[in-house]
């Protein structure tokens, strides 16, 4: 029994709120030894004062050393075990371009690439053609079709698309298939593998589409053949409702993001423009409908991702002056300021550092840190801690677990 | 293999000694934004010079955000596990009253109710009738006759009891069996029904009492009907002297406490009078008996649970000078001051915060935090880690762990 099932059994009703406001890779590194965060650099007055009222510590997303993806790192804060609960890569891709897969789909994440004259892969990533070439040969591919399934063809961007196959006959498409991709040069794509018998009518449905495509492709170099990887359906994952009982609302402006709190049934909340202003008009408008809300800032990962650091300490600013104090105003019950992973400038990608984490609570024992940053909350009396306990420690302090035991 | 296990492989004899003084209820919360807790407010300067000496930190006793009972919580005190090993419900209230349970009996808690003219549930607490009324009621019950099995009736208080089956045949009894009580009004109290084949015979000999209980408290409103809930026999744990080969002793006045002790085999020692200072005499008088001493302070948490902010305060200060320099007159070589759970006046009911805790050992490394609060152990070495940690780490230090592997 572990703490997901025991919400599950405890969880009780309340009348409380929670806030998960999400900067996303918002944890960070000096750029100099010696030197200050991203998130110590920006100017947070908002944050610091909270802090001081709050619990502090470091968000551990998946394991020690470990990056994850951002399809695992938020499915920890929702309180999903990551290597249990499994969101394979195919239907992160089609979730992350908003595509509306339903629970039969099969999707897969597809890559171009460029083969030789004797069909041997040269380069895996067909030179990252630009993402008008890819919509164009993504247009020559849609009307492939397939007995039985509707297929969908959609670019993601330079050399990544993404196929769903919809079965149109009520039947079941199994899909322990091996990705196509041989993950090196010199050899040819492959076709689709069934890893066990159930798998194999699916396998004959996607060897036939490869086949037609990649002669399609052929004369187009360097976008010419292409592989399939992560073939994966809904894993129908419990629902938030279910293990916490929490009416729970998502408010994010990304698809991805979007699509992940959908697969764990939260409402998403529609968000016209893309502003965090935008973001807190809807917590706002929508806040007596909900007991939880997911509050998504998608802009500190994009700014780690470009190594810009100041740009990447200006949007924590942003959010410490146009999020917090709107939040707050709010009167929520559990306040949680964190990010899904860690995002350094220096590093240009996800890194496996644990998460900056302010935790307030109305009942909450503070740690008197007058600051929120890296090195801060690493003194926090949360400590280094799993970042799937956040949403057990919010659903205890909001008062909606009820008691374990005589 | 969990530490658990790893206890039973490696224990390993010496002649030092440990005291666990658990402080019930001892964790708390300030009762304004930035005061001080229960603890902190304490005047408690032999606890705070032994911190100094000691590794400080906050035991988590069953999960994050998780409230425990006091069985649960107890039982990750002892170092099991309190998801894995379970004592239900109608065995914990038999242990909290000191009835002797045999471990082939079967317990449950008993609920007086009301119903109205319909046999519907009108008050599923009997309106909390007084326990003088209930030990008349209790009376009435007594000699209602079940073949094969002797039937004992006992008053716990207010509008509950305990029945207990003990079987005279030699027959094994099988508890898989749902409450009768169906959580709310309106509805009839439900008859017993067995959840397997095997506890057929059992939900039998249950409904044949209910019947017979029911109908004689027919006419006593507000007390004219009544529940079972949580049957439960002893879930024969395994014995603490097997699991890390410790002679050891449970120094306790109250009942439940004394009973969670014997069901994994400890000796409870018999305490004249109810004081601590009671207490004390009988570790100062059996210090050369044992290795392992379980010393509990009850009073804490009554405190916790009336409100009484400055009375909990108070009991922690009596203990700081009636017990804790007693105990460290023995030269232990392992002393741990702690609770089971915690339980802030604020809150008046047992609460999910970790607990402070204070270990101190012969070869232990010193936070050097002169401070026993909740804040300083957050800030303590130790961090916040499971509760069920503790018996290792205090058999570690007390030499009585082999080495793991060569």
Redesign the interface.
Known sequence: ???FE??QT?HQPAKTKIVHLVMDGLGGLPRDPGGKTELETAHTPNLDALAA?S?LGLASPVGPGITPGSGPAHLALFGYDPYRFDIGRGLLEALGIGFEQLPQDVAARGNFCTVDENNCITDRRAGRIPTEVNERLVATLRDISLPGVQVFVETVKEYRFVLVLRPTAGQTLHVNIADTDPQKTGVPPLMAVAQDAASEPTAELINHWLTEARDRLRPHPPANSLNLRGLAKDPGLPHMADVTGLRAAAIAVYPMYKGVARLIGMDVLPVVGETVEDEVEVLRSRWSDYDYFYFHVKKTDSAGEDGDFHRKASIIEHVDEAVVPAILALDPDVLIVTGDHSTPAVLKTHSWHPVPTLFWSR?G????IAEFGERACG?????T?PAT?EM??????ALR??????
Chains 1, 2 share one sequence.
């Open positions: 029994m572990s703490t025991m919400m405890l009222r619990q009942y024992r503070p740690d008197g003194r926090g009396s949360l400590g801690f306990d057990a420690l919010a659903m205890g302090h677990l009820a008691k374990y035991g005589a």
